[in-house]
């Protein structure tokens, strides 16, 4: 199973947030979490210059665009979830 680990936080200020900056620190070597290999990993995996576009590990970039329409709306909703 493949993990992924996000630091989200909250202030009445900031609102709902994903802190990448806290995920740099915290999770040095990565936020994708492989339960079977016993590793971290980067979500990011690099430029595919076949694709002519970036490559994720397990959909990262689609997990972490989910996260942030959720943050949003819980966000326009102006409430604590």
């Given amino acids: 199973m493949i993990e992924h680990h996000f630091i989200i936080k909250y202030s009445k200020e900031g609102g709902w947030e994903w802190d990448t900056d ?3 620190l915290r999770y040095s070597d990565g936020t ?3 339960e079977q290999a016993q590793e971290w990993s980067n979500g990011y995996i690099g430029w ?3 694709k002519d ?3 994720y590990l397990d959909d990262d970039d689609l997990i972490g665009e989910q996260l942030t329409s ?3 709306i819980a966000n326009s ?3 604590i979830i």
């Fill in 53 to 55: 576009e970036g490559e």
């Fill in 32 to 34: 994708v979490w492989d």
């Fill in 22 to 24: 806290s995920e740099e």
């Fill in 48 to 50: 595919s210059e076949e």
């Fill in 70 to 72: 959720i943050l949003e």
């Fill in 77 to 79: 909703e102006n409430r």
